[in-house]
């Protein structure tokens, strides 16, 4: 199902969408949709507030938006609710900010040429890990592929969007630099999130068929909707997943 304004109903491209900024959940087009919308929205977004937030005894309280930080907007419980629906309809990069877009698609590359390396070893020429000074070439090539991925960039995308994310990428002293390698490690410190890379990974494989070592995905969304409820821990449902891709969750 597609993602709609709360209020009108209207979706991208049609509309561009930002959620609520108290539960980082119910979409809407604009301030005047939010408003007409207001009086009903306030009987649950208490409800969506508390869901992405763990109280503990002591009175402090964490966030369980994903990520919880490194992009503007995270969400809560990204394998079972929105942003599963999103990875699996292709649009986990709709509904975002520009910045947001551009860092995604920048470290699902980098994530993707670390992976490739470690399972299969295999490293492109233009890449890091080929003997390149930066990424840039490689990432290119890979943007290059996901434009021909119908529906997965936001409708906004374009010529000038596409240079303005490779201009971040060579542009030093942040996060996004394609002048730099990243391990998994890295990304669950940027972002705080222990399975946030499997996100970017869902995404890279919806870009290239395939995950590394070639297996499928689908095991390994499962394997994650099922920790995210409680119904595994980590390890308990690695039977589930073929050897390469237990590597790619816990390495």
Same mark, same amino acid.
């Given at each position: 199902?597609?993602?709609?304004?709360?209020? *009108?109903? !209207?979706?991208?491209?049609?509309?561009?969408? &930002?959620? +609520?900024? /108290?539960?980082?959940t119910t979409?809407?087009? @604009?301030?005047? *949709?939010? !408003?007409?919308?207001?009086?009903?929205?306030? &009987?649950? +977004?208490? /409800?969506?507030?508390?869901?992405?937030?763990? @109280?503990?005894?002591?009175?402090?309280?964490?966030?369980?938006?994903?990520?919880?930080?490194?992009?503007?907007?995270?969400?809560a419980?990204?394998?079972?609710?929105?942003?599963?629906?999103?990875?699996?309809?292709?649009?986990?990069?709709?509904?975002?900010?520009?910045?947001?877009?551009?860092?995604l698609?920048?470290?699902?590359?980098?994530?993707r040429?670390?992976d490739?390396?470690?399972?299969?070893?295999?490293?492109?020429?233009?890449s890091?890990?080929?003997?390149?000074?930066?990424?840039?070439?490689?990432?290119?090539?890979?943007?290059?592929?996901?434009?021909r991925?119908?529906?997965?960039?936001?409708?906004?995308?374009?010529?000038?969007?596409?240079?303005?994310?490779?201009?971040?990428?060579?542009?030093?002293?942040?996060?996004?630099?394609?002048?730099?390698?990243v391990?998994?490690?890295?990304?669950?410190?940027?972002?705080?999130?222990?399975?946030?890379?499997?996100?970017?990974?869902m995404?890279?494989?919806?870009?290239?068929?395939?995950?590394?070592?070639?297996?499928?995905?689908?095991?390994?969304?499962?394997?994650?909707?099922?920790?995210?409820?409680?119904?595994?821990?980590?390890?308990?449902?690695?039977?589930?997943?073929?050897?390469?891709?237990?590597?790619?969750?816990?390495?």
């Amino acid at each position: 199902m597609a993602l709609e304004c709360n209020s *009108c109903k !209207k979706s991208p491209p049609e509309v561009a969408l &930002k959620r +609520c900024a /108290k539960c980082s959940t119910t979409p809407y087009c @604009s301030r005047d *949709c939010q !408003k007409a919308d207001s009086k009903a929205h306030k &009987k649950v +977004c208490s /409800k969506q507030q508390a869901d992405a937030t763990t @109280s503990f005894q002591d009175g402090s309280t964490t966030t369980n938006l994903s990520p919880p930080k490194g992009l503007e907007h995270g969400v809560a419980h990204p394998f079972t609710r929105l942003e599963f629906t999103r990875l699996e309809n292709r649009t986990w990069l709709h509904d975002r900010s520009e910045r947001d877009v551009y860092g995604l698609l920048i470290d699902a590359y980098r994530l993707r040429v670390e992976d490739m390396y470690n399972i299969e070893g295999e490293a492109d020429t233009d890449s890091i890990y080929g003997g390149a000074a930066n990424g840039l070439r490689g990432f290119k090539r890979f943007l290059g592929r996901v434009e021909r991925c119908p529906g997965l960039l936001p409708p906004w995308w374009d010529a000038k969007k596409k240079k303005e994310c490779e201009t971040l990428g060579m542009t030093p002293s942040q996060w996004h630099d394609l002048r730099c390698a990243v391990e998994k490690s890295d990304i669950i410190e940027q972002y705080g999130d222990s399975r946030f890379p499997m996100q970017l990974r869902m995404f890279a494989e919806s870009v290239y068929g395939r995950a590394p070592g070639g297996t499928s995905g689908t095991a390994m969304r499962q394997m994650m909707v099922a920790m995210e409820q409680g119904k595994a821990e980590d390890g308990v449902a690695y039977g589930q997943v073929s050897s390469h891709a237990w590597s790619a969750v816990k390495g």
